[in-house]
Nanobody, 122 residues
């Protein structure tokens, strides 16, 4: 099981980015996949997850309405579309997966990608 996160970058406040999490070694729709982020000096926090099978999405309150998690089974990839970005969204973003249920709690997940930096300038 491997995850490869990409798509981060520098964007102005109010801008948009789309992160990708390419999965290999397993079928992404058989696993719950989540996005987490960690800002300097802060704990890692869950922002969104998508369930295995039916692909139901869950979001942290801080990103509800601005971030959208989705999955392309043909590409075995999960996306995080981010709009109306704020300086508080600046962090390293990680994708994670496990066969368990969807959760925004980091300890739920066994497999992690390497992270991609998102920087929002105000």
């Amino acid at each position: 099981v491997q995850l490869q996160a990409s798509g981060g970058g520098l964007v102005n406040a109010g801008g948009s980015l789309r992160l990708s999490c390419a999965a290999s070694g397993f079928a992404s729709d058989d696993y719950a996949i989540a996005w987490f982020r960690q800002a300097p000096g802060k704990e890692r926090e869950g922002v969104a997850c998508i369930t295995r099978g039916d692909g139901k999405a869950y979001y942290d309150d801080s990103v509800q309405g601005r971030f959208t998690i989705s999955r392309d089974n043909a590409k075995n990839t999960v996306y995080l579309q981010m709009i109306s970005l704020e300086s508080e969204d600046t962090a390293v973003y990680y994708c994670a997966t496990d066969r368990g249920r969807c959760s925004l709690w980091a300890r739920t997940y066994t497999y992690w990608g390497q992270g991609t930096q998102v920087t929002v300038s105000s």
